[in-house]
């Protein structure tokens, strides 16, 4: 059962016992990410999460790498567009000394402008990368197309020019402002009980976290209008990404939009991947996936196919859309959903590193606790006629937005899912 810690200065933290492990995730979140960027600023939040670990007024870059692993422990971090999380996963044994290290390198990071330059070279190879990535692309273009001018739609990586002109006072004014307690949570997981991290929270947060507020507001909702965006260039496969106007990161129809999902495109079962690419042939893979943020959100088709295949692809998945469309979805296809759905929330118990980062990103941004039960109770509860009426209140011709990445191609994306 998650605990829920909220101290003076606004810092809260959730502890979630499980019994039986013998290990411990700990992650501190920062309620900040490319979406909470100005333009000037974009990359920072990522910027920020790599330079971290590249020294202290104690310990060098290899040092910190060094202490963790002669710990045995596993440390990381990830930027996301609304959250940055910085994690470790060690043996319930070294749980004190590995929380210790990671608030260090939180709080005691010296940003040296030498190893500054060092990583904004890393990071601009991570870029390079994106770029010989056709999916990562159609990715950001179709955020670009669905979010338009908004930081929404600005990539979490940023731009390159950005990454060359950010200098150590920039890391540091940005720390300053967002790492602070109105701004984190720290999420536990694993054989560590509510007093344990209390505890550690109290010996090694409370003493050096800043305490004025001054985070962001997130983006507010969007409406999304029609728009297509694209990227000619000489890959061998295309991509193609749809996104529907859908729902936000905690509403309270989410578990109606993962059934959907799981029917329509979550698996090699879904009717996507059986239709399009089992029984045609035209696309390699082809999946759906909700997109989710505080207040917007997307349902998005991605097709990885031949040039030659778009418009035939496009076709068809629009014939599978107005199926859906048509109230076919069946008690059984709800069924097997729901297993499956049901089925990944008891694996994700079984991972202390997901249950910190599950309850971790929910207090973060909305500031409530995970209850698994609440939600195969949810689950449960979805008839055939909610997921019919849900589709046909999202799958709406005027609110979708479309990208292309690769080669050139003769499809009419203007022309695709009209009514």
Known sequence: MEKLIQYENGLKAVIDTVRGVKSVAAGIWVNVGSAKETPAQNGLSHFTEHVIFKGTDKLDGYGIADAFETLGAHVNAFTGKECTCYYVKSTDEYKKECFALLSHIFFDSVFNEEE?????????????MVEDTPEDICYDLLASAFYGGSALGQTILGNPDNIKAFKQKDVIDFTNRFYCAQNVVISFAGNITPAQADKLIRQYILPKICVKNSGASPVAALPVRRTHTQRIKDFEQSN???GFSSLPFNSAKNQVQNILNIILGGGMSSRLFQAIREKLGLAYSVYSAPSAFKNNGSFNIVLNISPENTQKALDALSQEIRKVLCGDITAKEIARAKTQIKSA?????????SIMSVNGKLLTLCGELYDVDKRIAQIDAVTADDVNRFAAAIFKNANLATSYVGKPHTANFPDFFQK
């Open 240 to 242: 193609i990404a749809i």
């Open 116 to 128: 500054l330059d060092k990583e904004r070279n890393v990071i601009l190879e991570e870029i390079n």
């Open 345 to 353: 929330l008891v694996f994700a118990r079984e991972n202390v590193q």
